[in-house]
């Protein structure tokens, strides 16, 4: 008969790569990743930021510090970790919102070079290496975008259209994305800790949940799309029942 692994035991020996592991949600992702004994390497731009969290991770991780918009930089790292199981890419930089009219080409072009530029590159490095699943990151912007949200609509909806294709063209990888809601993380640091706490109290209350998320809840979406094993080419909306109100 056969035995269903617990678990702590589920992703026992399997090699995950979080881009964007440093902090927020990729941080927990990793933290959760090795709760089950998967074995972790975090990327991220910030050596500094990579050394703390390591300093919460077991001793297995490891971490490497490249600029994620440098093909080159991304090329070669995937050289040097060789065979691995799964991509995890959480990166990402402040977010940024503002009135269609407010905002300049140059300032929409930089903001892409992270969040989709950064991804695609790294799918397209990782392709040859990676042999279970990818799972990205979008937002329910893509299909609910508020005032102020052309830049965060634009690569939330193409984040979503790449990774269906991928999941196309990479196959029998697996690649799907996760869509967040609002969550407590560093990319609000643009604002002021008091007028990060009034959008938290005041979005989390319009919620059915009444509350916004934290990394951990999306933690357990990204494990989840990397161990359902019939999953391709879907789009997981983990926002606090946002897009229903």
């Known amino acids: ?41 975090i990327i ?37 970790i060789g065979a691995f199981d799964h991509l995890i890419y959480t990166a990402g930089e402040n977010l940024q919102l503002g009135d269609l009219k407010d905002t300049s080409l140059a300032g ?16 397209k490095y990782a392709s040859p290496y990676v042999k279970g699943s990818i799972v990205l990151t979008s937002g329910i912007a893509s299909n609910r975008p508020g005032k102020g949200w052309s830049l965060g609509a634009s690569i939330c909806s193409a984040m979503e ?18 869509s967040p809601g609002v969550v407590k993380t560093e990319l609000w640091a643009g604002m002021s800790l008091v007028e990060q706490q009034e959008m938290f109290n005041q979005i989390g209350s ?17 494990l989840y799309l990397i161990e359902q094993e019939y999953a391709t080419g879907q789009t997981i909306i983990v926002d606090g029942g946002a897009s229903l109100v």
């Open 108 to 123: 929409a072009h930089q903001f892409f070079e992270v969040r989709y530029w950064g991804a695609f590159s790294a799918v």
């Open 206 to 222: 319009s919620l059915p949940v009444k509350r916004v998320g934290n990394p951990d809840d999306l933690a357990k979406t990204y």
């Open 1 to 41: 008969m056969e035995q269903i692994a617990t678990s702590k035991e589920a992703l026992q020996g399997q090699k995950i790569v979080i881009i964007g592991g440093s902090a927020g949600i990729g941080l927990a992702t990793a933290k959760s990743a090795a709760a089950k004994n998967a074995a972790v390497i």
């Open 44 to 80: 991220s731009s910030n050596q500094q930021r990579i050394n703390k969290a390591l300093e919460e991770l077991p001793e297995t991780a490891t971490g490497y510090a490249i600029d994620v918009t440098n093909e080159t930089q991304v090329k070669n790292i995937f050289e040097q």
């Open 161 to 178: 259209g790449f990774a269906r294709a991928m999941a196309v063209e990479l196959a029998p990888v697996r690649v799907n994305i996760v």
